[in-house]
Nanobody, 119 residues
């Protein structure tokens, strides 16, 4: 099992910045990708950004150029630096990690952290 603990959410004005952190513990040696998803009220959960163990990243089009995902493998931690925040970035942000066990890809989720951007 993998446990994910997020921190860093909060309330910020439009144009401001926040940094989210997510620390993994447990069976971490086989974790591949880690990243962030978000879910706004009444909407489906969507990918924000993720990064593989080797450092390959991908981002949602809506956050490209504003958000940066990074990872410290030694600390088993993934970060999301969010700049130039917009009200539409308001959502609960969830940390995600996956690992391959045999031929099965297992997903793990954090408890979520609220990000609120005021206009």
């Amino acid at each position: 099992q993998v446990q994910l603990v997020e921190s860093g959410g909060g309330l910020v004005q439009a144009g401001g910045s926040l940094r989210l952190s997510c620390a993994a513990s447990g069976t971490i040696f086989s974790i591949n990708a880690m990243g962030w998803y978000r879910q706004a009220p009444g909407k489906q959960r969507e990918l924000v950004a993720r990064i593989t163990r080797g450092g390959i990243t991908n981002y949602a089009d809506s956050v490209k150029g504003r958000f940066t995902v990074s990872r410290d493998n030694a600390k088993n931690t993934v970060y999301l630096q969010m700049n130039s925040l917009k009200p539409e970035d308001t959502a609960v942000y969830y940390c995600n990690a996956n690992r391959l066990v045999g031929t099965e890809l297992l997903d793990y989720w954090g408890q979520g952290t609220q990000v609120t951007v005021s206009s």
